[in-house]
């Protein structure tokens, strides 16, 4: 098993940035992938961005791409989304998963979830 913990979300005002940040626990292993996917009110839970181990790989979903940087720090376990000129629309319950290579991606462990509002 392989426990993830968000933590970062919180009320930030529109064009304002956040860090989230998340730690890998368990029986974790390298050479995973790791990525981040969200939810909004309402609406299924879509892609976010992905990162490989090496951090060589990234990948972001297009409502995201500039603004949003994906890092990894293996040292520390810890996977990081830098999340800069937040929208409204940016509002959600943000999740680390693993593992998680593409948009397509069915990650097997998922955090419990961070909340993100962006007030505009």
């Known amino acids: 098993q392989v426990q993830l913990v968000e933590s970062g979300g919180g009320l930030v005002q529109a064009g304002g940035s956040l860090r989230l940040s998340c730690v890998a626990s368990g029986r974790t292993s390298s050479g995973e992938t790791m990525g981040w996917f969200r939810q909004a009110p309402y609406k299924e839970r879509e892609f976010v961005a992905t990162?490989?181990?090496?951090?060589?790989?990234?990948y972001y979903s297009d409502s995201v791409k500039g603004r949003f940087t994906i890092s990894r720090d293996n040292a520390k376990n810890t996977l990081y989304l830098q999340m800069n000129s937040l929208k409204p629309e940016d509002t959600a319950v943000y999740y680390c998963?693993?593992?998680?290579?593409?948009?397509?991606?069915?990650?097997?462990?998922w955090g419990q979830g961070t909340q993100v509002t962006v007030s505009s």
């Open positions: 998963v693993s593992p998680c290579d593409s948009n397509w991606c069915d990650p097997e462990y």
């Open positions: 990162i490989s181990w090496s951090g060589g790989k990234l």
